[in-house]
């Protein structure tokens, strides 16, 4: 496919917004993380860190973590596979970020004679794409706690790989109702579908008729991130976690991989379940309301109101994410896989069965 210099620059220019906000969402997130547990535990959280004076309720803590770790020591274990232990966190990384690419963030606008579709990459198997990113995730996992040459390391990424597959089933059986209500799995086309109205006032967002696939899906989605209560694979307290040799900005990129991941999960949830970057009752040309009136928009003003809800959309879920993560304790490990292939499974098979029936009726 060829591009013109215009389409080009607008390619870049959404690459560029794109890895600029999940990247600034994923640096809030380490300031989330402690002072949002800080406000549940009554405690104050980090505020030490200030630029000539300035704290900012703790904002710049942000900026020294990334000095502090920039300046760590890179530590290799002398019996480790070097070319792999420093290869593995870029692994997990590079593929958390490519999932974004076929994830829409805005809808498909007119400016002039130039169409502008706010996804980087519009394929017709978009959610296939994003799974397989997501899969492809694990072998950074595994790579670091193997070539770390530390039994303790190796059996955190096994950990992982078996919890990824336990959860990923799941994930996928959920989603097939998913796909009965809106007939595809091209993103863009799903959050489309969304913006129509049943009955002619209620949007067709995905949790409304698949409410039990949204809480399945969420729960995998979250095992997904190997957080708080899935961390199994990292087991800090039991000395398991796969980047125990692990220092300096190679740690650091397995610890912004976790948030990476909770913003794709945040993500997915939205565009699945609810609406991605759809607003009720806005369209390509301003507010249609249930009741005939109108309120005309301008193409610029409909895009920033359509980015910034599937935004704040995104920022909700990863509020609701670090609740979990700071409310639930740790499952065992019998009881992640318990939860995994003997519950959740068999409640995504029904989930099917239920979205078909609720399709039937509604005609």
């Given amino acids: ?21 999940v990247m600034g969402i994923a640096s809030f997130l380490t300031w989330v993380e402690r002072k949002q547990s800080a406000v549940m535990q009554d405690r104050i959280g980090a505020n030490r860190a200030d630029i000539f004076g300035f704290r900012l309720l703790g904002l710049f803590h942000i900026i020294a973590d990334g000095v502090k770790m920039i300046t760590k020591q890179d530590f290799i274990p002398p019996q480790a596979n070097k070319f792999l232990h420093t290869l593995a966190p870029a692994i997990g990384f590079f593929f958390a970020m490519v999932a974004f690419a076929a994830v829409p963030f805005g809808g498909v606008y007119q400016f002039g004679d130039t169409q502008v579709s706010l996804q980087i990459l519009n394929i017709s198997s978009g ?39 336990s959860y990923e089933i ?33 949007p067709k967002w995905g949790v409304l008729f698949s409410p039990l696939g949204f809480i399945l899906f969420t729960t995998a989605a979250l095992a997904e991130t190997k957080r708080v209560p899935f961390d199994v694979p990292e087991g800090e307290s039991e000395i398991v976690g796969y980047f125990v040799e692990y220092s300096g900005m190679k740690f650091a990129l397995f610890f912004l991989t976790d948030f990476v991941e909770t913003i794709l999960a945040a993500a997915l949830t939205t565009t699945l379940f609810f609406g991605g970057w759809q607003v009720p009752y806005l369209m390509a040309d301003g507010f249609h309301f249930p009741w005939g009136s109108h309120w005309e928009l301008g193409t610029v003003t409909v895009m920033v109101l359509q980015v910034g809800a599937f935004v704040t959309k995104v920022c909700m879920f990863c509020f609701l994410f670090m609740l979990i993560r700071w409310t639930l304790p740790r499952f065992r490990w019998d009881q992640l896989m318990r939860l995994g292939w003997t519950i959740m499974l068999p409640l995504s098979i029904l989930n099917i069965v239920v979205t078909a029936l609720l399709l039937l009726l509604i005609g």
């Fill in 1 to 21: 496919m060829e591009y013109s210099a215009v389409d080009l620059g607008i390619q870049i220019g959404k690459v560029i917004f794109l890895f600029s906000v």
């Fill in 127 to 165: 959610l296939l794409m994003v799974f397989a990113f997501m899969g492809l995730g694990i072998f950074g996992v595994v790579l670091g706690g193997w070539a770390s040459h530390n039994n303790y390391a190796t059996l955190g990424g096994l950990r992982a790989a078996s919890q990824m597959i």
């Fill in 170 to 202: 799941t994930m996928g059986a959920t989603l097939i109702g998913v796909l009965l209500v809106y007939g595809s799995v091209e993103l863009q086309q799903i959050c489309t579908v969304q913006g129509e109205l049943l009955w002619g006032w209620l």
